[in-house]
């Protein structure tokens, strides 16, 4: 919607207002926010649908997280009704105090639990998780760099990874698991990635030394052991895969339950080896730091499909089979254009 001067008073958005399956979310016209002092305001070109998106739409949650959800999510009805935790896209206009972004800036954000990635324009702080877009990279390869390297650098930060060090990433083919296995890489560390078969080519084209099929063997029941296990999955609690880590090592809980949150702290006591579900908070300078490593070709875009705006409950849908290969990207841009 525009005024007769041209100037757009509305956006296209995905909104749902129920917890529920893909065909919850409609698109809708909403306002445009207007950025406040210290506010960046982003045309979104590209956002991903991500497994939190799923699970946020539809209340899907590790068990016993789910009164601690609520609290972020809404108990009845959606609290934060635009999903999407990243965006990709170009500055707008910017608030009061603003000095590090200007209208024209191609830029990536991590939204986070505000969310609001999937819609034409999105708000976020400029003290927030948001840097300038990589040089050699489109929007849609942008923003695969944010989701899962943001949170993948985060854990990352709870260890010490050098040449030498054994990584394993169990749940290596999707968008936390592609990233963790690049950057672990280029940290020097010597790669082990759990994945289907079907998976193996790609995994090993970002960098993994070794694959493991976990539907022909199960790594915590013999082999070797590793310094760090990075779990994405969700089936790799302590108590299984203890006698996989190192002395020493770690175990970073990408996904974990609240049994397993609450035994953390105890476990890692008691075992001298590091149990943690601590991403910390995503900032500016993770966000650079991945940028840096894609404009130098040692971060690659894992682009499973892409879906327009106008396709978001199909988008929703595949995510939803649990099948997706790194990101699903959703091109937000095209229906500005068709309209």
């Known amino acids: 919607m525009t005024t007769t001067t041209g100037i757009r ?26 950025p406040g002092p210290g506010d960046v305001l982003i045309r979104v070109h590209a956002s991903t ?29 959606p609290s934060r009704r635009i999903l999407g935790m ?45 840097a300038r877009a990589p040089e050699k990279m489109s929007f849609e390869e942008a ?50 990635a759990v994945t289907s078969g079907a998976n193996a080519e790609l995994v090993t084209s970002l960098g993994a030394d070794r694959v493991i099929d976990y539907t022909k063997q199960d790594f915590a029941a013999s082999g070797p052991s590793f310094d760090v296990i990075v779990e994405c999955v969700g089936n790799a609690p302590f108590d299984r895969v203890s006698a996989a880590i190192n002395p020493g090592g770690a175990l970073l809980l990408i996904i974990a339950d609240l049994r397993g949150m609450l035994r953390s702290r105890g476990q ?37 499909r892409s879906y327009d705006l106008s396709d978001i409950v199909e988008a929703h849908r595949y995510v939803d089979t649990g099948r997706k290969r790194g990101n699903v990207v959703l091109r937000v841009a095209a229906v500005r254009d068709e309209q």
Do not use: C, W
């Open 143 to 192: 923003v695969t760099l944010v989701f899962g390297g943001v949170t993948a650098h985060g854990f990352f930060r709870n260890v010490t990874i050098g040449s030498g060090t054994t990584v394993l990433v169990n749940g290596a083919s999707g968008a936390v698991g592609t990233a963790a296995v690049q950057l672990a890489k280029e940290l020097g560390a010597d790669v082990t």
């Open 49 to 77: 649908v991500s497994v939190a998106d799923h699970r946020a739409r539809s209340r899907d949650i590790p068990a016993g997280l789910g009164p601690l959800a609520a609290v972020g999510l809404g108990v009845f009805r």
């Open 86 to 130: 990243d965006a990709a896209g170009v500055v707008e206009a910017v608030g009061a105090g603003v000095t590090r972004f200007a209208p024209g800036d191609r830029v990536i954000a991590m939204t986070g639990g505000a969310f609001g990635g999937h819609a034409e324009y999105v708000r976020v702080p400029e003290d927030g998780a948001i």
């Open 268 to 304: 890692s006591r008691r075992s001298g080896k590091l149990v943690t579900f601590d991403v910390g908070k995503p900032a500016a300078e993770d966000l650079a730091y991945l940028v840096s490593l894609a404009d130098a070709g040692r971060f690659r875009a894992v682009i499973d």
């Open 9 to 34: 008073l509305a956006m296209t958005a995905a909104v749902y207002r129920h917890f529920g399956a893909p065909d919850v979310v409609r698109l809708e016209q909403l306002p445009i926010p207007a």
